[in-house]
């Protein structure tokens, strides 16, 4: 395993032998773990889980847990350092942490990316994914019943984005249930559904009134 040391590498100690150069510097203190934690937040395609980084660098996951924690209050300027605000942010979502840009920087990301219309959803799919999120679980029938128009379309579409997936079956009709996964959490930034922001001060009293229906 590499030693992170700013380039250099060293391939002479045991993989996973609890050697001091195939963990980098996280027995320097909690500057030396945060520093190997943002390389493997860094490096990671999705959310970091404790476990694995406590696997990795050779130490509990209980003191990653708290590192990453004091990583994230830093990023938001109010840790020891009394730092900035930065234009990214560090967040726990339902598998693990993960480094994400913070909310009103998404237009200039969104010029960087260069994401082009199919990888945004269509305001019919936007509608049948917070129909799904705020009913779950419900079926297709009742998602289009609440949406009075059919809907089979935008849920396989929402389905192969792993937004929405199939969990179970409804007790009468035996028809799938819809429900959010843990990516539609993730690009959220939350980590249960119970962060959803509350509907009812935003809704008029006929989008309420759908919202409570139930179709069954």
């Known amino acids: 395993m590499s030693r992170i040391d700013g380039g250099t590498s060293d391939h002479s100690g045991a993989m996973g ?17 945060e520093s190997c934690l943002e390389a ?5 395609d999705g959310p970091l889980r404790p476990a694995d980084a406590a696997r990795i660098l050779g130490v509990s996951a209980d003191r990653v847990d708290e590192a990453l924690s004091s990583l994230s209050r830093d990023y938001d300027g109010g840790g020891s350092s009394g730092g ?7 967040r726990r979502m339902t598998r693990g942490w993960q480094l994400v840009s913070r909310p009103e920087y998404a237009s200039l ?22 129909i799904i999120a705020y009913k779950q679980p419900m079926t297709r029938a009742q998602v289009s019943a609440i949406r009075g128009v059919g809907s089979d379309g935008v849920i396989r579409m929402l389905i192969v984005r792993d937004l929405v997936e199939e969990r179970g079956e409804d007790a009468e009709t035996h028809a799938a249930l819809l429900s959010t996964t843990d990516e539609f959490l993730d690009r959220m930034g939350m980590s249960s559904l119970d962060q959803l922001p509350d509907l009812a001060p935003l809704l008029p009293d006929s989008a309420q009134d759908a919202l409570r229906w139930d179709p069954r």
């Not at 493997?40 to 990671?44: K, N, R, T």
């Not at 010029?111 to 019919?124: F, K, N, T």
Request: hydrophobic residues 45%.
């Open 17 to 33: 032998g609890g050697v001091v150069g195939d963990r980098g510097d996280a027995d320097d203190g909690d500057a030396g773990l």
């Open 40 to 44: 493997l937040l860094i490096a990671s």
């Open 84 to 90: 900035r605000v930065r234009g990214f942010a560090l």
């Open 109 to 130: 990301v969104s010029r960087l990316s260069g994401s082009g219309p199919s990888a945004v959803l269509s305001s019919a799919a936007l509608e049948a994914l917070a």
